[in-house]
């Protein structure tokens, strides 16, 4: 006997990314799901955002790693309250899921923030598939991974609203054409702004801080 | 291995479609889009690990890849990309819509009851 579903596989996941976006519209908080391969730069990279914004948000973190807490202990020298998700303590999930993140989200004071930050677990398949609530997906790569990265996770880099291109301080020393890297995230994304630069060095930070303060403001400022 | 995640979803879905008696699930049938991260292979293990002493271990697992269609903001032409380079076949533009291959569906699971009053017109 065949029973019919036609049920979307993930549909629990998307229900409860559903609720967290309507609770942060409400309360006004724009959230950004930071996504890299491991290695590429991600806590660095925050710790300058916040340090950066700090006097102008307040901001929250949620920090997914798998086994160890050294991501969250290194955001936590911002002096902005972290959020540590351990997923499991011999190497569990690969991604954070929406559940995952409601949780997280309800250990922090809400009503005292209007920027929440999640750094996702290191990896460039899993959390594609995965909706958080987020406002806007952010995918990192670093320029010593290959310019070949976009087209070998295209999910990743379609369904990301921003794409920062990170070490690039290191150009001089690698074999590497950064043109091409664009070109081919531009292939998969063509629309997706690219944000070139070295969180180590400070150069072209400028460029991503506008436009993530212009992108939470416009959030942050709307009638709901 | 988000796969197992998305294993554990498909077995959850396939439970709550389950008749209240004890049933046999022989079949679970998914539509599986080419811009998914799903790798069928993996996913198949995954499944068979988990449906390990319940209703369906040793299902079949019948997956169909369903092709990456977009359609053309510009000139309206429908296409289906064969890699992951999202510009126009037809017209070279870059403003596309996917209209399928992002799909991840249980389209059907099929059981064998106990009951043979049951399925007798069943298979």
Same mark, same amino acid.
């Given at each position: 006997m065949e029973i019919k579903v036609v049920r979307k596989v993930l549909s629990v996941n998307d229900a409860i990314a559903s609720e967290i976006k309507k609770a ?45 807490? %050294? ?57 594609? +598939? ?14 010593? +991974? ?11 880099? %379609? ?15 690698? +074999? ?49 | ?7 554990? *979803? ?14 046999? =699930? ?14 069928? *292979? ?29 359609? @053309? ?14 510009? @126009?076949?037809?017209?070279? #533009?870059? #403003?596309?819509?996917? =209209? ?12 064998? *009851? ?6 007798? *017109?069943?298979?």
């Amino acid at each position: 006997m065949e029973i019919k579903v036609v049920r979307k596989v993930l549909s629990v996941n998307d229900a409860i990314a559903s609720e967290i976006k309507k609770a942060l519209k409400a309360k006004r908080i724009f959230m950004i799901n930071v996504m890299s391969s491991p290695g590429s730069g991600k806590t660095t990279l925050l710790s300058k955002t916040i340090n950066a914004l700090k006097k102008d948000f307040q901001i929250g973190v949620v920090v997914g790693d798998i086994c160890t807490t %050294r991501d969250s202990e290194r955001l936590s020298e911002t002096g902005v309250p972290v959020v540590q998700i351990n997923t499991e303590p011999f190497g569990g999930d690969c991604h954070l899921a929406a559940n995952v993140i409601q949780e997280a989200l309800s250990q922090l004071e809400l009503s005292r923030l209007n920027l929440v930050i999640i750094e996702n677990v290191g990896n460039l398949v899993c959390p594609a +598939e995965f909706d958080v609530g987020e406002d806007k997906k952010i995918v990192m790569l670093s320029l010593p +991974e290959g310019d070949d990265k976009p087209l070998k996770y295209p999910l990743m880099f %379609r369904v990301s609203n921003a794409a920062i291109i990170n070490k690039i301080d290191l150009a001089p020393h690698l +074999e590497i054409d950064k043109a091409q890297f664009v070109k081919n995230i531009k292939k998969v994304n063509p629309e997706i702004p690219v944000f070139e630069l070295s969180a180590k060095t400070g150069q072209g930070m400028d460029a991503w801080l506008n436009w993530l303060k212009k992108e939470a403001e416009t959030k942050i400022s709307s009638q709901s | 291995m988000h796969e197992m995640s998305i294993a554990m *979803d498909v077995l959850q879905i396939v439970s709550e479609h389950l008749p209240a008696h004890p049933v046999k =699930v022989t079949r679970i049938r998914l539509k599986v889009g080419k811009l998914t991260a799903v790798v069928p *292979d993996n996913f198949r293990f995954c499944m068979e690990a988990i449906a390990k002493d319940g209703p369906a271990e040793g299902a079949e697992i019948v997956i169909e890849e369903a092709p990456l269609l977009v359609e @053309c903001e510009s000139c309206g032409a429908q296409s289906e990309l064969r890699e992951p380079v999202f510009i @126009c076949p037809n017209c070279e #533009s870059t #403003s596309l819509n996917v =209209v399928s291959g992002r799909d991840l569906f249980i389209e059907s699971i099929e059981i064998e *009851d106990g009951n043979p009053e049951e399925c007798a *017109d069943g298979n």
